[in-house]
C-alpha cells in the first residue's frame, strides 16, 4: 500500500491505530522534535563543540559508540586515501 499524501498517511494511522488524529500528531511532532534534538547533539559531539561525557548523558552508550565508529572509518579512510595520493 502506498500512500503518498500526509493527510493519506494520517487517515491511515488513525484506521489503524483507533488512535485520535490529535493524538497521532502529537506523537508526531514529540517524536520528530526528538529526532531532530538527537541529530543536532550528536552533530555537536562530532564538530567538538560537546564533550563525551554530556553526549553520553543525552545519547546513551550505544549511540556514541556508533558515531565514534564511523568517525574513525571515515578518518581511516581519508588516511588511506591521502596516502595514494
Not at 25 to 44: I, N, W
Request: with cysteine.
Amino acid at each position: 500500500m502506498s500512500v503518498h499524501t500526509m493527510r493519506g498517511k494520517l487517515d491511515y494511522l488513525v484506521r489503524k491505530t483507533g488512535c485520535r488524529e490529535v493524538d497521532i500528531l502529537a506523537q508526531a511532532v514529540e517524536e520528530g522534535v526528538s529526532e531532530l534534538y538527537r541529530k543536532q547533539v550528536a552533530d555537536a559531539y562530532l564538530a567538538g563543540e560537546l564533550n563525551r561525557k554530556k553526549a553520553l548523558a543525552e545519547l546513551g552508550e550505544e549511540y556514541i559508540k556508533d558515531l565514534d565508529y564511523a568517525r574513525e572509518a571515515v578518518e581511516a579512510d581519508i588516511q588511506w586515501g591521502l596516502q595514494g595520493a
